[in-house]
Nanobody, 119 residues
Framework: QVQVEESGGGTVQAGGTLNLSCTFV????????MGWWRQFPGKERERVVL???????RYANDVKGRFNVSNDVAKKTLDLEMTALKPEDTAMYFC?????????????WGQGAQVTVSS
């Protein structure tokens, strides 16, 4: 079992920067992927960035060059630095970890962190 603890987020003006942090607690040895997703009101959750089992980092097109993910294997943390934020980045952001050969419903998810970008 893995617990996912998120922190960060908040409100910032357009063009600003926010950081999200995630800590994975428990037995994470079986997991092969981790990443951040976001969910807009009334929409399905969408991937922001994924680090897969081969170590490849895949960003969504609309955040490339603005968002940067980093992870510390020893500390079991996953951080997301979000720069040049736009109002359309406003969403609930979720951190997750799991096996890449499993469906996302079998992954471990954080409780979510609200990110609000004002124009």
């Amino acid at each position: 079992q893995v617990q996912v603890e998120e922190s960060g987020g908040g409100t910032v003006q357009a063009g600003g920067t926010l950081n999200l942090s995630c800590t994975f607690v428990g037995n994470t040895g079986h997991a092969s992927g981790m990443g951040w997703w976001r969910q807009f009101p009334g929409k399905e959750r969408e991937r922001v960035v994924l680090i897969d089992g081969d170590g490849w980092t895949r960003y969504a097109n609309d955040v490339k060059g603005r968002f940067n993910v980093s992870n510390d294997v020893a500390k079991k943390t996953l951080d997301l630095e979000m720069t040049a934020l736009k109002p359309e980045d406003t969403a609930m952001y979720f951190c997750a970890m799991g096996r890449c050969d499993y469906g996302l419903s079998d992954w471990y998810w954080g409780q979510g962190a609200q990110v609000t970008v004002s124009s």
